[in-house]
């Protein structure tokens, strides 16, 4: 009697993600009802136990070095630490002058255009790419991991070539000149007013070949028959595109611009090792900012509170995602 | 590019072919040109470099710069190369990948075949990990290590890498497991079946291409972190990035691009072997978690 029972809530359960949300509430009864309808004895007691054993250690990690370190820096944001941290509470003090800083400004600043234009090149050109490449493409499996292997490299490694690629005395502007064109200029990573430009031309070629896949896999993704359908109807391939392809690449460009927009936000390496922060501080950003001002200039309270500022924008945008994510899904 | 995108394979005529092929090409020579010249410019001597074009193939060909950057470069004060850096990486990455990859399988499992009410605000709290700038954990992560008694010290950086790759491979192998028909873990159960005899032989078994999602996706973070390195390691614990780093920003001396950039591919050397063997299973595997959930 119990079998049959069993096999057919589970098959709603495996039945895919579709049926999994829309049942969920019956799912899980039914994963409740599972060890109490067994006779409850030692044994499956301890069974019951088990699985929350084993999860426990990680949420512990979690719970410590993820969210008790957060309030351990939201704490020292609101006190007087310099070069360790000290207790005595200051209140808003270091946010305020956090916000008077010029070299704050200027890390917001940048990061704003930064980020602002990483994440539509990267989303541009990996959609583009995308859709290129989607079509029958002769050489589609040499061309790819020519566009993704700059994801397997360090941001240092990155940094290293490009930061030499584009020095005008000796790369890009210097071969130029060699090959006869002597006018030409380009020296965007020793000018204050374009070096972060360049910072967005390395983080581009190392992501967008990552976008690209992410696309790629949501095109392969949709259904034939409707694009058959719609060609039969005479919709032109503009209008395919258009009406009903890209807009089926919702949940791509979704995770493309939370991927982007985190990892633009915590970009360090990249600046560090393409520009480090300069000329002056032209590239400065929320991410150097805190790790020089709480490490070597000694003013931890102020980089506690950079910190914070990170954090609070990271988790605008994660946040309400998280949530309709999980909620959908169940 | 969007003229050459409304065309579908099926219509595509000759012209709009040819030009989306010169699309392509383009950005395969934008996405070669640097780290192919830094190739280039790796075997040459360094007269060649500083005052020849970068675009030219080497006249002299020499492996100095490499055996130079790997065996004497000087890095930080001392002119060990970066050999001792390469290996204290690799000491790090994989007891880092291991146990992260390890405790991420037995989480998914959990979350998944063994729910409990709340399992999904545990997730959450645990997924919200994965997006924290990590500048936010760093002051606090100094005191602990040191309280600990394993700052600047290789256990200290494994034990920040499981830490902080801990929420990714939960995620990847819940993703995975939650399509991974339940009824076969009921009625293995049924059959009596403890959890992890369940796990062992039947959820492991065919957890082969998320786990190498994971191990991908670890060991390429991992290998390729620098802000930790730099925060926490000190001389004998030091990752090949943050060793790199020293090497190309030292200000001593004459700059040795050659073996700067000798030095780089060696350390991009491993991650570009883990994704040349198994890159199409990163993406495949990778997509097939994400472009679903």
Not at chain 1, 152 to 178: C, N, Q, R, Y
Not at chain 2, 82 to 103: C, E, G, H, Q
Not at chain 2, 177 to 187: G, I, M, S
Not at chain 2, 267 to 282: D, K, Q
């Amino acid at each position: 009697m119990m079998r049959p029972h069993f096999s057919q809530n589970n098959e709603n359960l495996g039945a895919g993600i579709m049926v999994d949300q829309t049942n969920s509430s019956v799912a899980m009864a039914a994963d409740y009802a599972v060890p109490t309808a067994v006779k409850p004895d030692l044994r499956t007691r301890l069974q019951k136990l088990i699985p929350k054993l084993v999860l426990s250690p990680s949420l512990a990690l979690i719970l410590v070095f993820v969210y008790g370190f957060v309030i351990f820096s939201v704490y020292l944001s609101f006190t007087g630490s310099r070069i360790l941290p000290v207790y005595d509470w200051v209140g808003l003090e270091n946010y305020e002058k956090l916000f008077r800083l010029r070299n704050w400004s200027i890390a917001i600043k940048n990061l704003g255009i930064f980020a602002g234009l990483y994440i539509t090149v990267c989303t541009a050109i990996g959609l583009g790419l995308a859709i290129l490449l989607d079509q029958k493409i002769r050489g589609e499996g040499f061309l790819r991991p020519i566009f993704l292997y700059p994801m397997a490299l360090s941001f240092i490694v990155t940094g290293t070539a490009w930061k030499w690629f584009l020095d005008p005395g000796i790369g890009l502007e210097h071969t130029i000149h060699l090959w006869g064109w002597e006018s030409f200029e380009f020296d965007w990573i020793k000018n204050r007013d374009f070096a972060i430009y360049t910072v967005v031309i390395a983080a581009v070629w190392q992501t967008s070949g990552f976008v690209m896949a992410m696309f790629l896999a949501g095109l392969r993704g949709i259904d034939n028959e409707i694009l058959k359908a719609a060609q039969i109807d005479g919709a032109s391939n503009w209008n395919m595109y258009r009406r009903i392809i890209i807009p089926q690449l919702r949940p791509a460009f979704l995770s493309a611009f939370v991927i982007l927009s985190h990892l633009a936000i915590k970009s360090y390496d990249l600046v560090v090792a393409l520009t480090g922060g300069g000329p002056g501080r032209a590239t400065e950003l929320p991410a150097t900012f805190m790790y020089s001002y709480t490490f070597t200039r000694n003013q931890m309270g102020i980089g506690a509170s950079s910190a914070v500022i990170m954090l609070m924008t990271i988790a605008a945008i994660m946040v309400p995602y998280l949530y309709a994510e999980l909620r959908e899904k169940k | 590019m969007s003229v050459a995108s409304t065309e579908n394979a099926i219509s595509t005529g000759r012209i709009t072919r040819a030009f989306i092929y010169l699309v392509l090409i383009l950005f395969v020579t934008f996405y070669l040109l640097p780290f192919g010249i830094m190739v280039i410019n790796s075997v040459k001597p360094l007269s060649e470099i500083t005052g020849g074009n970068m675009m030219a193939l080497p006249q002299v060909f020499t492996l100095d710069p490499w055996f130079n950057a790997w065996n004497s470069a000087q890095i930080g004060v001392d002119p060990t190369g970066l050999k001792p850096y390469f290996w204290n990486s690799l000491k790090m990455v994989f007891p880092a990948v291991a146990i992260s990859t390890v405790l991420g399988a037995l989480n998914g499992y959990v979350l998944t075949k063994w729910r409990f009410r709340g399992d999904t605000l545990l997730f959450g709290l645990m997924l919200f990990a994965c997006f924290i700038p990590f500048q936010i954990v760093l002051i606090p992560m100094a005191r602990v290590l040191g309280f600990l008694g394993i700052s600047g010290s290789t256990p200290g950086l494994v034990l920040v890498h499981v830490v902080y790759g801990l929420s990714f491979t939960t995620l990847y192998f819940r993703n995975y497991y939650q399509v991974f028909p339940t009824e076969l873990v009921r009625a293995a159960q049924i059959d009596g079946a403890g959890f992890f005899r369940i796990f062992w032989r039947i959820m492991l078994p065919s957890s082969g291409p998320i786990i190498v999602v994971s191990v991908i996706w670890q060991f390429t973070n991992i290998w390729n972190d620098f802000l930790f390195g730099a925060s926490f390691a000190d001389q004998d614990s030091q990752p090949m990035t943050v060793a790199l780093n020293n090497l190309v920003s030292s200000s001593t001396g004459v700059k040795e691009y050659n073996v700067h950039f000798a030095g780089a591919i060696l350390a991009a050397l491993p991650t570009l072997l883990v994704y040349i063997v198994a890159g199409r299973y990163f993406v495949r595997g990778l997509m097939a978690g994400s472009v679903k959930g």
